[in-house]
Structures are given as structure tokens and as C-alpha cells.
């Protein structure tokens, strides 16, 4: 191992000691129809969440749930809006540079490497995305959009107070990416990963469940990602 590799190792053990949160995955025997109805959503709620970089109070709450059974990871986001900014777009367009959107980043071996970027917007245009790698250990960023998570789905829904979301992620795709090491996770099991949301209203804010102490790669930081843990 290389000098630098092994730095950066070390930096990643240290961050993961030192700052990542834990944060429950509940498991759920609820039927969940993916609608962007959260009235009947049971899990409970996390946030809000904060300016991505700094942990600063941000101008519109946002709060997100997660729940889980044996086939599926299930994500809430209530996102409080007065200005919803975006519109219907076909499947992968870069909403995230446009468009309100919610986002979740998940790696389940925790390597920092082949992880998962997923994007939904206020009219449930989403995006999915395979990074395959952001370091220079690794090769420097290379990313595929043509990635597709089978049997992934999404659908957001306005209200009063801005936008709900809810999607699915199936596991059995999760295993299918090359180098993800994935094992599907039982209770106890921790998947490393955060959630976003760009809001592109009065004032455009990232925002995130965790927040990150380095500037680098925007919200790409798997070192300082939040610990996600299975639980009953």
C-alpha cells in the first residue's frame, strides 16, 4: 500500500471514530405504497437537517425516515418549500443542478467506492447514479449515470407546506453492483451514507442530515459519512 493510500486510510478510520452519527433504520411489516402520501408512515422522523458545510440552521426544514424490511429500503423526506423551483424531466437529467430535489447517497460496505447517488425532485423526476470512485488513491472521480436501480421507485408529492417524497430501493439491486461487496443486511447490520436536499428557492441552500467538515467534493464525502444502522 502506497504511503498516501495508507494515509488516507487512516483519516477514514479516524473520521468514522471520531464524527459520523448513527442513525436508525427501523424495520417495518407495514405494506408501503410509494406515493408521496406520508399520513400513514409510521417511522420516525430525522432532522432537521442543516447547510452541508457548516451545520448552520437552514431557511426550510426538511426531515427524513428510513425503514427497511427483508426486500426493500424505504426513504421518506418532508420538505418544507414555499418556492418549489423544477418541473417533470425525463429519467437521470441533472436535476441537481436545476431543480429542488431530495437526495440520498448509500454505501453499504463502506469502502467509499461503487456507492450509490439517487435524486427526486418535487415532481418525481429522479436520477441514479453508480460512483464508482472520487479519490486519487482510487483513480479519481468516475461516475455512471447509466447505472439503474431495478425496481427503484419514487414519487413526490406537493402539499401546503412544500413537497413530500418516498422511494424504494430494491436490495436485490444493490447486489448486483460490481465491486459494492453488498450483503443484504439484517438487523444490527451499518450501511455508511447520507441524505441531502438542494433548495433552489429565495436562497439556494445544500443541505444535509449530517454535516461535513471538509470543503472538498461537495457532498461527495464517504470519509465523514453518517452511520446508518438496521434495527427492529
Given at each position: 500500500?502506497?504511503?498516501?493510500?495508507?494515509?488516507?486510510?487512516?483519516?477514514?478510520?479516524?473520521?468514522?471514530?471520531?464524527?459520523?452519527?448513527?442513525?436508525?433504520?427501523?424495520?417495518?411489516?407495514?405494506?408501503?405504497?410509494?406515493?408521496?402520501?406520508?399520513?400513514?408512515?409510521?417511522?420516525?422522523?430525522?432532522?432537521?437537517?442543516?447547510?452541508?458545510?457548516?451545520?448552520?440552521?437552514?431557511?426550510?426544514?426538511?426531515?427524513?425516515?428510513?425503514?427497511?424490511?427483508?426486500?426493500?429500503?424505504?426513504?421518506?423526506?418532508?420538505?418544507?418549500?414555499?418556492?418549489?423551483?423544477?418541473?417533470?424531466?425525463?429519467?437521470?437529467?441533472?436535476?441537481?443542478?436545476?431543480?429542488?430535489?431530495?437526495?440520498?447517497?448509500?454505501?453499504?460496505?463502506?469502502?467509499?467506492?461503487?456507492?450509490?447517488?439517487?435524486?427526486?425532485?418535487?415532481?418525481?423526476?429522479?436520477?441514479?447514479?453508480?460512483?464508482?470512485?472520487?479519490?486519487?488513491?482510487?483513480?479519481?472521480?468516475?461516475?455512471?449515470?447509466?447505472?439503474?436501480?431495478?425496481?427503484?421507485?419514487?414519487?413526490?408529492?406537493?402539499?401546503?407546506?412544500?413537497?413530500?417524497?418516498?422511494?424504494?430501493?430494491?436490495?436485490?439491486?444493490?447486489?448486483?453492483?460490481?465491486?459494492?461487496?453488498?450483503?443484504?443486511?439484517?438487523?444490527?447490520?451499518?450501511?455508511?451514507?447520507?441524505?441531502?436536499?438542494?433548495?433552489?428557492?429565495?436562497?439556494?441552500?445544500?443541505?444535509?442530515?449530517?454535516?461535513?467538515?471538509?470543503?472538498?467534493?461537495?457532498?461527495?464525502?464517504p470519509a465523514e459519512f453518517a452511520v446508518f444502522e438496521f434495527v427492529e
Open positions: 500500500m502506497k504511503v498516501s493510500s495508507f494515509l488516507y486510510f487512516l483519516v477514514f478510520l479516524y473520521s468514522i471514530n471520531t464524527y459520523s452519527q448513527t442513525f436508525p433504520i427501523h424495520k417495518t411489516n407495514d405494506k408501503i405504497t410509494i406515493d408521496g402520501d406520508l399520513t400513514d408512515w409510521k417511522t420516525p422522523f430525522l432532522g432537521p437537517f442543516v447547510i452541508h458545510n457548516s451545520g448552520e440552521k437552514s431557511t426550510q426544514n426538511t426531515m427524513v425516515s428510513l425503514s427497511w424490511n427483508d426486500e426493500n429500503l424505504y426513504i421518506a423526506y418532508r420538505s418544507k418549500d414555499s418556492k418549489i423551483i423544477g418541473k417533470s424531466q425525463p429519467k437521470d437529467s441533472k436535476i441537481y443542478e436545476t431543480d429542488d430535489l431530495v437526495e440520498m447517497f448509500i454505501d453499504p460496505d463502506g469502502d467509499g467506492k461503487n456507492y450509490i447517488e439517487i435524486g427526486v425532485n418535487a415532481f418525481s423526476t429522479y436520477y441514479d447514479m453508480l460512483l464508482k470512485c472520487i479519490s486519487p488513491e482510487c483513480g479519481g472521480w468516475n461516475t455512471s449515470m447509466e447505472y439503474t436501480i431495478s425496481g427503484f421507485e419514487a414519487v413526490s408529492k406537493t402539499t401546503t407546506e412544500g413537497f413530500n417524497t418516498e422511494i424504494k430501493i430494491p436490495f436485490s439491486s444493490l447486489a448486483k453492483i460490481e465491486n459494492g461487496n453488498f450483503t443484504k443486511p439484517k438487523t444490527g447490520t451499518k450501511w455508511k451514507g447520507n441524505t441531502f436536499r438542494i433548495d433552489y428557492g429565495n436562497t439556494t441552500e445544500y443541505l444535509a442530515l449530517q454535516s461535513y467538515k471538509s470543503l472538498k467534493f461537495g457532498f461527495h464525502q
